[in-house]
């Protein structure tokens, strides 16, 4: 069965990503006149560093070239390694669980939640094990996971939580900031994502001791200064140039705007979509003060199977939507297989994660640039959502 066409979004009328105007001009500029494009001889990566971290709250923050590599480090500074097990959400992007192979542990997945698609205590429960370190929950999309939560349960089992924050910088739960939480947290600065240098990454971090270990750890071990190759800790190379760090605080002075547009466009894009037939929109638990919201999440139902997914995903990007099909379960794809995995089959896996199988399968993610949008196109969005879902449903049941 063919569909009949829907009218589609005008491309002038979606805001293009990744965005700048002069002040990105002008970071660069400035770095380029500077001479000195290396953190250790400029200032724009202290001063990033600042701004970053007072944005989300935290006393410290650190800049590094990417967000696996942000999660590699938080990991290894709490001296996370092989024999250790650490519970990810089953539903993220692969570096959740990469990251620790990386570092030589174990990564263990544990299903979400089925209304906001984030891991919880309960599932986090389900996995212990004695050789359990840690924990990393995911804010995913940009709703935050419940970290009083989570830190209870890290509190009474001796865990360690790093927070998957590639989503969420500026998120707020409950008047508590990400950085806030007593955690590192780490976020991405890849293409994407909400800000952006093309790559980049960065940790907020709770106190001085962890800053300055992690510190130490992003520049081999050399000390602030350094000029006689003093190698403190062990370590590797994970600093930014300048020209990064100035462009992400010309990105950053842009973000508390976007957020506030994507809070409203989300509310009325939710509001569109909430009653359209064999549709479901991730849910925000009432706690969220600030969703930043990196993905507009949507899911068709299960009956309508992965086909009708994969088609709707097509006829969207055709009506010029900017669409994707979700992450599959960290434990699906081929790489989960070349670090170190759980003796738990992916059978297994399968069966403990029934949500994260579900939103993998079903599910798909509309680009934020869409909730940049003018209300008019927003409303035009979830027209052509809700015809091609029901039409590509339609027209799978009835094969
Ligand atoms: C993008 C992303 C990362 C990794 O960030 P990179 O900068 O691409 O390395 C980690 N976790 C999640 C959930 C992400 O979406």
Known sequence: MTLDPVRPIDPADLPAWPQHDHTEREALERVLAHGQWWRAAGTENDDFEREFAAYN?????????NGTV?????????????????????????????????????????DVDPETYCLTPEAVRAVLTPATRAVIPVHIAGHLADMPALAALAAERDLVVIQ????????????TKVGEFPSVACYSFQNG??????????L???????????YLMHTCGRPRGDTTYQHVTGGSNSRVSEFTAALLRAQLARLAEHTRIREERATLLDGLLKDAPGLRVQARDLRMDVNPHYMYLVAL???????????????????????????????????????????????????????????????????????????????????????????????????
């Open 301 to 399: 139902d299960p009956a309508a199977g992965r086909a009708a997914r994969d088609r709707l995903v097509e006829e969207l990007k055709a009506a010029g939507v900017p669409a994707c099909v979700n992450f599959p379960p960290v434990y699906r794809p081929a790489s989960f297989r070349a670090g170190p995995v759980p003796a738990t089959s992916v059978a297994e896996l399968a069966e403990r994660c029934p949500v994260s199988e579900d939103l993998g399968a079903h599910g798909l993610w509309i680009h934020h640039r869409v909730l940049l949008a003018e209300p008019r196109v927003v409303e035009r969005v979830a027209e052509v959502v809700t015809t091609l879902a029901e039409r590509v449903t339609g027209a799978v049941v009835a094969r």
């Open 164 to 175: 998957d924050a590639a989503h969420a910088q500026g998120g707020v739960w409950q008047g």
């Open 70 to 110: 942000a999660l590699e480090l938080a990991l290894r500074l709490h001296g996370i390694g092989p024999g250790d097990e650490v519970v990810v959400p089953a539903f993220t992007f692969i570096s959740t669980s990469l990251a620790v192979q990386n570092v030589g542990a174990t990564p263990v997945p544990a």
């Open 204 to 214: 907020t971090l709770p106190d001085e001791k962890t800053y300055e270990q992690a």
């Open 57 to 65: 709250g935290a006393p410290y923050a650190l800049a590094v070239t």
């Open 193 to 202: 994502k909400l800000m952006t240098a093309g790559e980049g990454g960065a």
